[in-house]
């Protein structure tokens, strides 16, 4: 299972926006516009769905979600650049899916922006050595991830949440299962301690979760060629421990539960909590004070961070002493609270 997913959905799952539909709504039908449509057309992020001079009919199609963007070019709109060197153009977005919209509407700025510095330079050529000479020359590097891959990060997080689905979802449901089978009255009348009896739940599925991380890692390597920059070993202590944690908290919930579907739908509801605060799908930044703070609590968000941060930075122990602080508190916590919760009657 973890092996199909990691192939299958950071293939499907994208942080670039692609396909926005566009409705073009053109008063001028001058070489401009025409021009103006084929550089936002050929950026290869926008295609588009209608293209006249009714805006009406355009806003029609924006609301059956048949477009996503309506640009409307004004008339006389090649007369008053060659004129007055100014124009307008109205952008009009649906903003149902707000990271849509935002992304869609940032890629058509930045294409209406080159596109009237084009104009400006070919209208006024005496000004083309004097903008190289002036201004700011801005040069970008991106650090750790050169070519921008999201697959960088987005595989990492697809891993970690793998991993802490299998160890929760198992864990909870193994006592659970002995319950509603009826051998938890015989394991009570036995002599294992409570300790004993965890740790016969929590170790066969902690050896299991490791084998599904390394065939994770194996897949990140020979599918998505995500090289490791740093400690190996590190990265499967830290690991080790996380597993802990989470068997920790699998088992917790079902010393709760009285049956396999209560200790489902529990494990459900707090891992779309921390699928969701982990920040794989939306930056921790972004988030209010509140959750932000909460994130804290949250060992997705923790392990996403480390797997990153020894992947893609090679990061030594130090740099990642809070993340193992953090982990290591709830491992114990978790693990403590399942043996003290689990009563067994003698």
Not at 178 to 205: A, C, D, R, W
Not at 323 to 344: D, E, G, H, T
Request: no cysteine; net charge neutral; hydrophobic share 50%.
């Amino acid at each position: 299972m973890p092996v199909v997913q990691l192939i299958v959905l950071p293939l499907a799952a994208s942080y670039e926006i692609k396909n926005i539909n566009l409705a073009v709504v053109d008063h001028d039908h001058s070489s401009f516009s025409r021009r103006l449509i084929q550089d936002v057309t050929s950026s290869n992020y926008f295609r588009i769905q209608y293209y006249g001079e009714n805006y009406n009919e355009a806003y029609e199609i924006l609301e059956k979600e048949n477009a996503d963007l309506i640009l409307e070019i004004p008339p006389k709109f090649e007369k008053n650049i060659v004129r007055e060197s100014q124009n307008k153009v109205l952008v009009a977005i649906n903003a149902i899916n707000g990271t849509k919209a935002g992304l869609s509407g940032v890629y058509l700025s930045q294409i209406l922006q080159d596109y009237n510095k084009n104009i400006q330079t070919k209208l006024s050529p005496e000004l083309v050595e004097f903008q190289k000479n002036s201004g700011l020359e801005v040069s970008s590097m991106l650090w750790f991830n050169r070519h921008y891959n999201y697959r960088l990060a987005l595989v990492p997080g697809i891993l970690a949440f793998l991993v802490t689905l299998i160890a929760g979802m198992l864990t909870a449901l193994n006592i659970v299962s002995e319950k509603e089978v009826g051998t938890m009255e015989q394991i009570n009348v036995s002599p294992i301690k409570k300790h004993n009896f965890i740790l016969g739940k929590l170790i066969p599925f902690w050896i299991l979760a490791m084998v599904a991380f390394t065939l994770g890692l194996l897949v990140s390597r020979f599918v998505y060629s995500i090289e490791i920059n740093g400690n190996l070993l590190l990265l499967y202590f830290f690991v080790a421990i996380y597993l802990f944690a989470i068997l920790g908290f699998g088992l917790l919930i079902s010393t709760y539960s009285e049956t396999q579907q209560q200790a489902m739908f529990t494990v459900f509801f707090f891992l779309m909590i921390f699928n969701l605060m982990s920040g794989l799908f939306t930056p921790i930044e972004s988030m209010p004070i509140w959750a932000q703070k909460m994130t804290n609590l949250n060992p997705l968000r923790q392990l996403i961070e480390v797997i990153r941060l020894i992947v893609l930075k090679n990061a030594g122990f130090m740099n990642l002493l809070p993340q193992f602080l953090s982990i290591l508190a709830m491992a114990i916590v978790f693990n403590s609270w399942a043996i003290w919760n689990y009563r067994k009657t003698s």
